[in-house]
């Protein structure tokens, strides 16, 4: 069961939060958790994660300083947004907060409304920031989800398309993480222009973490999309080898057994599943299809993509036995 999004509120002086704070709080449907002791604060944020940090400057002084310092140096606290409280406006003690760190410090200066206004906009930026991948800038797992949903409630016909590196591990092996984590970010690069620049605003790119994406697509769009994103993807990527291994076009490598194999450069395996002929009632089945379409795809040769034409049995229809994913190649 989920529970009601979490905000802290820190006063030392143990003093209710403001009255704009309470109704905003109350309006959103939030729950307000009021701490006296920073310390608290600090193993609430590391073990849940809430939603926002609220500190109350008159009464934490020094040490609210202290602990936004702290959080906002930590790389896994200073997600959680932190907002400094004040009762008085005074432009050094705002220089001071957004020293240490705090995303937003509310004074008296703004009217009420305003107030509120930009504890939303904090809320806000932050959903947004912590849902995009930090090396690509593509949208995570989070938004992937919310447009296949989309997708579905408006009963659109799409492609959801898992593509996924093949022999990357052992190009990160071979070459370094920073030359790995260059092919990630040109890999999102054909994938973003590629979707974009064909079908603009009916397209979307997300990036799952590592060398996993995704992109969904419109059905018809299918072919000219994937076999342009393969197409640019064999002709850039080899050139981030040396001219030794692209030459060769491939190299030797060691497996998990220590063994000299030959390992070939790099190829994009894409799976698509489509809602054309499948009946989904949530995302996570998209999901999970698109999973095995890509692991499908991984065993073909070369760069390729696959589409699921498998179709969900009708009414008093029994599924055929022993079905497959039949592919769609280039």
Not at 88 to 106: C, I, K, L, Q, S
Request: with cysteine.
């Amino acid at each position: 069961m989920r529970t009601r999004p979490t905000i802290l509120y820190y006063s030392a002086a143990g003093r209710p939060a403001p009255d704009y704070v309470a109704g905003w709080v109350n309006g959103k449907g939030l729950t307000i958790v009021p701490v006296s002791d920073p310390d608290v604060i600090e193993q609430m944020v590391l073990r849940a994660l809430p939603s926002l940090v609220l500190v109350d400057v008159e009464s934490t002084g020094a040490e609210g300083l202290a602990l936004c310092r702290r959080l906002k140096s930590d790389s896994y606290t200073a997600i959680v947004p932190l907002a400094a409280i004040a009762a008085r406006h005074a432009t050094e003690r705002v220089r001071e907060w957004f020293a240490v760190g705090a995303d937003e410090v509310v004074t008296p200066l703004f009217e009420p409304a305003e107030q509120a206004g930009r504890l939303d906009a904090l809320i806000t930026r932050t959903a947004r920031d912590v849902a995009v991948n930090p090396s690509t800038r593509l949208p995570g797992t989070t938004e992937i989800e919310r447009d296949v949903r989309r997708r579905m409630e408006a009963g659109e016909r799409f492609a959801v398309c898992y593509a996924d590196l093949d022999h990357f591990k052992e190009y990160n092996d071979r070459y370094s993480y920073y030359d790995g984590d260059r092919v990630i970010y040109i890999v999102s690069r054909i994938l973003h222009d590629v979707v974009k620049g064909m079908v603009e605003k009916r397209g979307f790119v997300g990036h799952i973490g590592g060398d996993d994406f995704i992109f969904i697509i419109p059905v018809d769009e299918i072919t000219p999309v994937c076999t342009e994103v393969l197409s640019v993807f064999d002709t850039l990527i080899p050139y981030q080898y040396n001219e030794q291994d692209r030459r060769a076009g491939y190299y030797f490598g060691k497996d998990r057994r220590g063994q000299l194999h030959r390992v070939p450069l790099m190829t994009l395996s894409i799976g698509i599943v489509t809602n054309e002929n499948r009946r989904f009632a949530h995302p996570a089945q998209v999901s999970e299809l698109a999973t095995e379409m890509k692991s499908y795809a991984k065993t073909q040769p070369g760069s390729v993509f696959v589409v699921d034409r498998r179709h969900d049995p009708e009414p008093g229809e029994e599924a055929a036995e022993g079905s497959g994913p039949a592919p769609s190649t280039r």
